[in-house]
């Protein structure tokens, strides 16, 4: 799951982040609202959209409201979750009105935010046309988890991530590298991530998955079922 977190305050901002990262959600941490609205504005064009956003209300730059109507006024649906310490029934309402999907005021618990996230992503789900199954490969967004012919896949934070860009796109359609490079805040080389996408295909050849990471030389990556490198 890849998730964007705008917070202009450090201290909440790196705690968020260690949060979702531990719940292995690629997290891209924006502290400012105008540079996190162009970023927004980017994937959508771009068609690699975050599986959420969560937003705090007070920014500098941009005001979360102005990034959440500026999302909205462009169609892009991606589930927003506000965080904000404003706690007053009329900032929950106005949150709600201009196109958030859910709220959660500060001090939060971690886990509530990312259970949240979760039904976020799920409530996603079933509203699109995305292939959530392939061969006997499967995404369960309840548990941000993949399964091999039902039974759970151990993948890392950055595994995830990759396997994530790959299954939500048709069978075999090729994700550019130049992408599956910046899934990574931290930055990605070529030579790793092609390190990753060796681990991923051991991992789901180990779990006896008929799927595999097919190269498209020069250009990315595909799923296929069956087939080889």
């Known amino acids: 799951m890849r998730v964007m977190v705008v917070e202009d305050d450090e201290h909440i901002g790196a705690h968020v982040s260690k949060a979702l990262s531990e719940a292995k959600m690629m997290v891209t941490l924006m502290t400012n609202g105008s540079s996190a609205s162009s970023q927004i504005e980017r994937a959508r064009r771009a068609n690699t959209r975050f599986d959420a956003i969560v937003l705090?209300?007070?920014?500098?730059?941009?005001?979360?409201?102005?990034?959440?109507?500026?999302?909205?006024?462009?169609?892009?649906?991606?589930?927003?979750?506000?965080?904000?310490?404003?706690?007053?029934?009329?900032?929950?309402?106005?949150?709600?009105e201009q196109g958030a999907d859910d709220y959660l005021a500060k001090p939060f618990e971690p886990l509530e935010l990312i259970a949240r996230l979760r039904v976020l992503a799920r409530r996603a789900e079933k509203t699109t046309e995305t292939v959530r199954e392939l061969g006997n490969l499967s995404f369960d967004a309840g548990r941000g988890s993949f399964l091999v012919a039902g039974k759970p896949i151990n993948l890392t934070r950055k595994a995830n991530a990759l396997?994530?860009?790959?299954?939500?796109?048709?069978?075999?359609?090729?994700?550019?590298?130049?992408?599956?490079?910046?899934?990574?805040?931290?930055?990605?080389?070529?030579?790793?991530?092609?390190?990753?996408?060796?681990?991923?295909?051991?991992?789901?050849?180990?779990?006896?998955?008929?799927v595999t990471i097919k190269a498209a030389h020069g250009l990315g990556y595909s799923l296929v079922v069956g087939g080889g490198e």
């Open 56 to 96: 705090d209300l007070t920014l500098p730059g941009m005001d979360g409201i102005d990034v959440l109507k500026r999302m909205r006024t462009s169609n892009d649906n991606t589930p927003v979750l506000v965080l904000t310490a404003r706690s007053t029934l009329t900032d929950r309402v106005l949150g709600l």
């Open 163 to 210: 396997l994530d860009a790959l299954f939500k796109r048709p069978a075999g359609t090729t994700v550019r590298k130049e992408f599956l490079l910046e899934l990574d805040p931290e930055g990605m080389s070529p030579e790793a991530l092609a390190i990753q996408v060796s681990r991923v295909r051991k991992v789901l050849q180990d779990a006896g998955c008929n």
